[in-house]
């Protein structure tokens, strides 16, 4: 950019602006860079360098002002560059940045725990342990859940997604672009049927619990089984809400068989579906309950929080790693689990959830190619099919996208299928500028007959 970079934030002046094609110039120099020297598995949704960002904009390096309704797939719930979590993190980089919590550790670890114990799901007895990525705690419940039920084998769904790494490459569905070529992957890894509404033909709750429930006595056997992992919503999976009743028999079953239930929260939780956690909106109490994303407004930590008879079952030593519960990190997640708190987010996410659901309901009644609108709070989804069925239209989402993009609309697909665009946006977004990512987004439709 030429001249001084605003800084981020909320002041970051809230608008769509476009002064250049996307990608301008300079993002295209920047591109060519990266060609020479990033590795190519590194993959890109929308081609411009960001150089600020707050409320619910994105400035790239040409000076074009984008609207953001991804969240850097649902990090920054609190905003970029949020007022608390910026002071926060700066009073800390001059404090200490690292001692390493297992050689000498700082409060903010404990107070960032005790935080989580309270706010999860369930009034029971808890504990928590930090690490920096989803994976990284993804792996972690696993290795909880078999240390205490002295058990291996571990159940995830169909359309499951929990991460990149080799036994979360295993729990996870997709093959393109998450896994081909990677393996082989870690055993005991096994896959139940998950409730897909829209794609089950309306089983109830009850009745795909059955069939999953099914699989797992077949092909696995409740005595060698420690874990069921499953995320509340499915999030890469295309925003996947499963029927009233399916969650709520799975933690029975898991309960009945010395099975620890592990809710992966790390796309939905932290008040993006209008509650804290999601497992909330459907009465469950996970046994562990696997956060990240949302959790430090954009500062890289993860955790693991769990029933402590769960939890303390690992032996002293067991759990760590180097950087798990960073100073900065855990500096940025107290101030950010605090922003939700008093700015009620929770609140924020509804409304925003009640904005993105009229608006595609309603066009849905005019336009077959809308399938299914789904979602809960701020975690919106827009399925889309050849027109009248429910055969899945991944190019049609790909153009919609793509007209978004070349806009300034930041939005994101997902879904097993590449048909869904799902809408993250950060909850510190304001209604005008929402509205106006909406009415692009349904232009980019109008634009595909
Ligand atoms: C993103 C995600 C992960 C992986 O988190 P990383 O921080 O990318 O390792 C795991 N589970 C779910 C549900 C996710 O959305």
Known sequence: MTGTVPLGGPTLAQERKLVTSIPGPKSQEWLERKASAVAGGVGITLPVFGVAAGGG????????????????????????????????????????????????????????????NELTPGSHSKRSVLF?????????????????????????????????????????????????????????????????????????????????????????????????????????GGFIVPADGFLPALVEWATANNVVFIADEVQTGFARTGKMFASEHFGIEPDLIVTAKGIAGGLPLSAVTGRTEIMDAPHGGGLGGTYGGNPLACAAALAAIETYEDEKLDERAHQIG????????????????IGDVRG?????????????????????????????????????TCGTYGNVIRFLPPLS?????????????????????
């Open 57 to 116: 904009v994105i400035l790239d390096v040409d000076g074009n002002s984008l609207i953001d309704l991804g969240s850097g797939i649902a990090v920054t719930g609190v905003g970029n560059s949020a007022p608390r979590v910026v002071e926060a993190v700066q009073n800390q980089v001059a404090q200490f940045t690292h001692t390493c919590f297992m050689v000498t550790p700082y409060d903010s670890y404990v107070r960032v725990a005790e935080k989580l």
């Open 132 to 236: 920096n990525s989803g994976a990284e705690a993804v792996e972690n419940a696993i290795k909880i859940a078999r240390s205490h039920t002295k058990k291996t084998a571990v159940v995830a769904f169909d359309h499951a997604y929990h991460g990149r790494t080799n036994l979360t490459m295993a729990l996870t569905a997709k093959n393109m672009p998450y896994k081909s070529g990677f393996g082989p992957f870690a055993s005991e890894v096994y896959r139940a049927p998950l409730s897909y509404p829209f794609r089950d033909g309306n089983l109830s709750g009850a009745e795909a619990a059955k069939n999953a429930i099914s699989v797992i006595e077949k092909q696995v056997g409740a005595e060698n089984l420690a874990a069921i992992i499953i995320e509340p919503i499915q999030g890469e």
């Open 354 to 369: 009640e904005t993105l659901k009229a608006r595609f309901t309603q066009l849905q009644q005019s336009d077959a190619r």
């Open 376 to 412: 809960l709070g701020g975690m919106i989804a827009v399925e889309f099919v050849k027109a009248g069925g429910i055969e899945p239209d991944a190019a049609l989402t790909g153009a919609i996208a793509k007209y978004c993009h070349e806009r300034g609309v930041v939005v994101l």
């Open 429 to 449: 977004i304001g209604d005008a500028l929402l509205n106006e990512g909406i009415d692009i987004v349904v232009e980019a439709l109008a634009a595909q007959s």
